[in-house]
């Protein structure tokens, strides 16, 4: 079974920046769209942003042009390069792994992933 392994978390000032990393598996970036969600206490997951296999990429509004989605296959790792980060972006964030392949453009609701990683927390201090 896939497992996904992210690092990169930590504590920054508004207006800093930080990359998120997720390890994982060859054929699962080669063969299925990733995302990185968000989740911050008392509120609901949210998706932040979404790549398919062809490079495709999709972002939530609150994050565009701000933080950039990337995948390296050939360190089998998944990025999340985050800018002028803002108080408002605290949260643990996780990837995740799509339940079906073949998706022409990424899909975009929690429900269409079904392999996540454990999480790192995001602290932005104003």
């Known amino acids: 079974q896939e497992q996904l392994v992210e690092s990169g978390g930590g504590s920054v000032q508004a207006g800093g920046s930080m990359t998120l990393s997720c390890e994982a598996s060859?054929?699962?970036?080669?063969?299925?769209?990733m995302a990185w969600f968000r989740q911050a206490p008392g509120k609901e997951r949210e998706g932040v942003a979404f790549i398919a296999t062809n490079g495709i990429t999709r972002y939530a509004d609150s994050v565009k042009g701000r933080l950039t989605i990337s995948r390296d296959n050939e360190k089998r790792t998944l990025y999340l390069h985050m800018n002028n980060l803002k108080p408002d972006d605290t949260a643990m964030y996780y990837c995740a792994r799509a339940q079906l392949t073949g998706y022409l453009t990424p899909p975009l609701q929690s429900s269409q992933y079904d392999t996540w990683g454990q999480g790192t927390q995001v602290t932005v201090s104003s």
């Open positions: 060859l054929y699962t970036l080669m063969h299925y769209s």
